[in-house]
């Protein structure tokens, strides 16, 4: 969390809820340059000062209103990541993330996150910080026993095969003709597949 | 070419380089949602008509600027794909491939065209018929004679494949704290010693 969002105690979780989602719709809509504080507390009827009060910037804003919507997704725990085989957790989760990536809102959320790395720094940095980084190193936990199991080479850099998978992903959603959920779910084998985290 | 550039002979090249340059300029800066023809005929010092006797859409445009800026790129011929050994094409690029991805012209210009890719599908749908689908030709003849070679599996999907190491470049540059030129070469390694293109 950051100090921005420890400011008080949330009066009223519908107010935030309905900042939130109009912080998102705003952002899928018209992209982070496109997109106010002004904007986003007119669309959740609120006035400004109610969404200045917890949080300090738009980025902020919008980087936890994505991370609502994409925590959702469905991420083994560290007991999990542990305890079970790699293969069986990515068989576990195959289904919900073909759904999840197959779907409109996340291609549109993939663009304006992607299309704001550069010009907003700030809310890929932040985005990363909560949301990138813990899936990393549950990810890399899980490469890490698939190294051991013998499916991944051990000298393999596990920074650059989390960043093919996710590449992979991200990048054929973004293409012309994006799979639907079906297609997704072949793909994403492929691609796990070809990391050694699925058998051939 | 589509019919809009095929629109009469150009009487200035000068220009068009004048149009093509401010067109990228704006879209860098700016993106797509923020850059129109008469902004990008005022930048480049000609009047709104000169631009449309040329393009028909500001996609069409964006699309040719972009191109011009990364076909700069080294790119192997079909001759020489059929000719020789994929790691050999792969080391003679390496260098080039790695400074023109550390470049920071290339990470806005990356970030733009993914962050337009569902707002603006045209734009896309432009530059992956002309500019990405010739270069993934040649990654998949590139990776059959790896096939043949046994350093790529038989049974891999080459277009997930060319997923794999397009997407973990676009997606690497656009996180917190891109490599310089140096990590990019041994990035660049890593992907293609995953893929199979890459001596381990």
Redesign the interface.
């Known amino acids: 969390m950051t100090a921005a969002r420890g400011r008080g105690r949330p009066r009223d979780p519908e107010t935030d809820a309905a900042i939130l989602r109009a912080a998102l719709e705003l952002f899928i809509e ?2 982070v ?2 997109t106010s504080i002004e904007q986003i507390a007119k669309r959740a009827g609120v006035g400004k000062l109610t969404v200045y009060r917890r949080w300090t910037t738009k980025e902020d804003l919008i980087a936890q209103a994505v991370e609502q919507l994409v925590s959702a997704d469905m991420v083994p725990t560290t007991g999990e990541v542990r305890a079970l085989a790699p293969q069986d957790i990515i068989e576990a989760g195959l289904k919900t993330a073909a759904e999840t990536t197959a779907s409109p809102a996340f ?2 959320l ?3 996150m ?6 907003h ?1 700030q809310l ?2 932040v985005y ?1 910080r909560h949301h990138v980084l813990p899936r990393r190193e549950l990810a890399t936990a899980m490469l890490r026993r698939a190294q051991q199991d013998g499916t991944v ?1 051990e ?3 596990l920074d ?2 989390i ?10 959603v ?3 003709d994006p799979p639907d959920a079906d297609g997704m779910l072949d ?1 994403l084998k ?2 796990y597949r ?2 050694g985290l699925y058998p ?1």
Chains 1, 2 share one sequence.
């Open positions: 018209r992209g340059e496109g291609r549109a993939v663009a304006r992607m299309g704001a790395a550069v010009s720094p890929m940095a990363w080479a000298d393999a850099d650059v095969l960043d093919m998978m996710a590449g992979a992903v991200t990048w054929r973004l293409q012309p793909y492929s691609v070809q990391i051939r």
